[in-house]
């Protein structure tokens, strides 16, 4: 069984806005999980687009997002979003969530540190 259930990938247009959304089984629990958001590209390697750590709570952005994208949690429906505005068409790739229930100061994007990932959804931003 996945651990997530993903939905609000789609094809947008540059400057449009979309929420993506992964609903967590109930052994990852997300009022004090770490939570990351990372993406592929076409052709490059996935990268780390916005976290929250379970170390300390502090959230962290990629830079290309900053200002754009907001990263949270509904702890009461044991979910994890990303609100991305300003979507532009670098944007596109397929976006993965992943949590893990253990200590993790999540800044240093290491993505081996995340124990349940999503299958990914796609978001594709035309010019």
């Known amino acids: 069984q996945l651990p997530f259930v993903e939905s609000g990938g789609g094809l947008v247009q540059s400057g449009g806005s979309l929420t993506l959304s992964c609903e967590a089984l109930k052994y990852i629990k997300m009022d004090y999980a770490a939570i990351g958001w990372f993406r592929q590209a076409p052709g490059k390697e996935r990268e780390g687009v916005s976290c929250?750590?379970?170390?300390?709570?502090?959230?962290h952005y990629n830079d290309s997002v900053k200002g754009r994208f907001t990263i949270s949690r509904d702890i009461t429906k044991n979910t994890m979003l990303l609100q991305m505005n300003s979507l532009r068409p670098d944007d596109t790739g397929v976006y993965y969530c992943?949590?893990?229930?253990?200590?993790?100061?999540?800044?240093?994007?290491?993505?081996?540190?995340?124990?349940?990932w999503g299958r990914g959804t796609q978001v594709t931003v035309s010019s």
């Open positions: 929250i750590s379970s170390s300390d709570g502090s959230i």
């Open positions: 992943a949590a893990t229930n253990g200590r993790l100061d999540c800044s240093a994007w290491v993505q081996v540190e995340y124990d349940y």
